[in-house]
């Protein structure tokens, strides 16, 4: 399946990119083993109003908990997967955090600008 954008695993080299692009970081976090995990990105990879959205405005980067590569120290202390965060350019909070079942209206509310 074709989305229409890349999915980053990188959160350094994804952050980069969405400061070049002027595209907001939409971070997918996730942990081993989370089956509900997999479920979710399943379900905003197939929807197409969020892929079209993507494409238009963020950066999707998955980031694996305890990886060894940095990341904002507020997704450090996340207890539930998955958890989706937007941010801007300077690395701050767009939304709050989306945790658990995927709510495509409070996604595209989190990447469509006011």
Known sequence: ???GFSIESSYEKAHQKAVKEDKILMVYLTQKG??????ELVKILQNKKL???IEKSALFVVVLKN???SYP???LYTSEY???FFLDKRELFLCEAL???TKVDKILECL???
């Open 73 to 75: 120290i507020e997704m």
């Open 51 to 53: 892929r079209l959205a």
């Open 99 to 101: 945790r658990g079942e």
């Open 112 to 114: 469509v600008p006011k």
């Open 1 to 3: 399946m074709s989305f």
């Open 82 to 84: 998955p958890t989706l």
């Open 34 to 39: 989370c089956h509900r995990c997999r479920d």
């Open 67 to 69: 990886q060894k590569e």
